[in-house]
């Protein structure tokens, strides 16, 4: 089993951190994005999408997207359950984490893909053409963010974590949109929102934040 | 049991579909959209992000994501399964249909979007506060939906379904993507599209289609 991986990009950070909260780990291999690693033939020999992360199992098998190789690993390694125990949780779960994706990680995709100068004609990811960066989608990407971390903050006032009581996928997600925003998109959250601190101080203190 | 809908809009089409196919049916409340009517106080209060479709379940669990929604009915009623039966398949399905989303129906609603008069001064979907739009976003989602057919296309040459040998939920997104790209967005496939005319053919004549 091997993991094409980029160490700078948020969702291979996403799976590097499922796993490492299963306790699973395999070979890892680095593409590097910004010098177009994963538009080269030989990469696209293995993902025709040139995105990452993408895991390559041991029959062969290709899973090329960062949520079905989580939900594979959940699926063969149930423990500890990342992705709700019974039907309403695991919609719940499920809602959550698409939340903190549409919500939070597109946004602060849209800050940095179409700020970065090394990105200037790949406003989208993957092997898509030339896509030139829309600078109107830096400003409402920032807006997006900071109405993000608004209803974060208000939704863990009454819930310990991202999708109510237990660490989930969902934080994972968030986790890496909050660092995302505010490392590479440059938005991070403020002083006021005080129960994202709180939230961010404990799930960054876990040993997987570190993957 | 009771879903909040819109005939109009292509993500509460994606659960309709799917309850049929599951022979699962319940109490429907209409909101329109374009008349704002999910950014009312009212609808506010069962889902503040004002968004559709949402299902409230009877003991008062709001469920407000399409994919969670099929989550859940997938959940409570196994067969027939729409998001695969194996760990593999799960993967696969999970892959596809998010691939479906993010190359097709998230193309479509750039375009639409991003240029329907009544929607101006809301570029994003729900309770978001003012989004102007982006005139940009309309050239770059017609190149989307473009590359978008072509991609599936290929695929639909080696595979019957979107997600391989099986109708699944990827099917059903990619109706969705199909048919709002080429309504409310005007980017229809093309006759070149062999493959995908075939594919469309068939998966429009299913009764659920109608849903």
């Not at 090394?118 to 409402?140: H, K, Q, S």
Request: with cysteine.
């Amino acid at each position: 089993m091997k993991l094409y991986d980029s160490k700078l990009a948020p969702n291979p950070r996403r799976v590097r951190i499922f796993m490492a909260e299963k306790g699973i780990s395999c070979d890892q291999v680095q593409i590097d994005i910004v010098k177009g690693e994963n538009l080269t033939a030989e990469f696209l020999a293995i993902n025709p999408r040139g995105v990452l992360p993408t895991l390559v199992l041991d029959n062969g098998t290709v899973l090329d997207e960062s949520v079905a190789i989580c939900r594979y690993f959940e699926e063969i390694q149930p423990e500890p359950p990342m992705m709700g125990s019974d039907p309403i949780s695991k919609a719940q779960v499920e809602a959550r984490q698409r939340h903190m994706e549409l919500d939070g990680l597109t946004g602060a995709a849209e800050v940095f893909r179409n700020s970065f100068p090394g990105f200037a004609d790949r406003g989208l990811p993957g092997n898509i053409g030339t896509t030139p960066a829309i600078p109107a989608l830096v400003e409402r990407g920032k807006a997006r963010l900071t109405n993000f971390y608004t209803n974060l903050n208000v939704y863990l006032k009454t819930n310990e974590f991202v999708a109510g009581e237990n660490f989930s996928i969902a934080d994972i997600t968030a986790l890496c949109a909050v660092d995302f925003g505010a490392g590479a998109a440059r938005v991070p959250f403020e002083e006021k929102h005080t129960e994202l601190q709180r939230w961010h101080a404990t799930v960054s203190s876990r040993p997987s934040s570190q993957a």
